[in-house]
């Protein structure tokens, strides 16, 4: 389960900081989320940190489990 969590928040992570770096440095947001949804700027942000949090999490439970 903690690996899925770790993928998933890996994923999410990524999409975010793809998201906050289209609308930064290029004409829109790039990733797959700009195709379903629109998301504003600030919203990538929180994605991309929510992801972080996740992978981190996920990452450090991997770890204990192995102890």
């Not at 793809?18 to 600030?42: C, M, N, Q, S, Y």
């Amino acid at each position: 389960m903690k690996e899925i969590v770790a993928v998933i928040g890996w994923v999410t992570g990524v999409q975010g900081v793809l998201g906050v770096a289209g609308r930064t440095f290029g004409d829109g947001p790039w990733g797959l989320l700009h195709k379903w949804w629109e998301i504003p700027t600030a919203g990538y942000a929180v994605i991309a940190v929510l992801g972080a949090v996740l992978a981190v999490y996920g990452e450090t439970a991997k770890v204990r489990a192995r102890r």
